[in-house]
């Protein structure tokens, strides 16, 4: 079957880190796109961070440039997020998804349970 195992979340002050680990079975994991994205109460869900498979190739919303990271072990079929000087505008439920690189991630089949982060001051 098809997995995503999310984790890593926690409570966290403003300016701190995070590292979330998005461990993946079920399906060839280096023939994807592996994605985090979060959703915020009453808030849509919006794409963070995608990193592609094909090329190593990276995308990251304006708004967590140069503090996030996403990377990827095909050793251990893991995508990770690296979230430094947290904010609490990043306070949300973060999720990993995965996906055919040629498609938009709203068309993404595999999503993880999600994680929850709380950025306090």
């Known amino acids: 079957e098809v997995q995503l195992q999310a984790s890593g979340g926690g409570l966290v002050q403003a300016g701190g880190s995070l590292r979330l680990s998005c461990r993946a079975s079920g399906f060839p994991f280096e023939d994807y796109a592996l994605g985090w994205f979060r959703q915020a109460p009453g808030k849509e869900r919006e794409a963070v961070s995608l990193?592609?498979?094909?090329?190593?190739?990276?995308h990251y919303r304006d708004s967590v440039k140069g503090r996030f990271i996403i990377s990827s072990d095909t050793v251990k079929n893991t995508v990770y997020l690296q979230m430094n000087n947290l904010k609490s505008e990043d306070t949300a439920v973060y999720y990993c998804?995965?996906?055919?690189?040629?498609?938009?991630?709203?068309?993404?089949?595999?999503w993880g349970q999600g994680t929850q982060v709380t950025v306090s001051s």
């Open positions: 998804a995965a996906g055919d690189a040629s498609q938009t991630w709203s068309e993404y089949d595999a």
């Open positions: 990193f592609y498979h094909g090329d190593g190739s990276t």
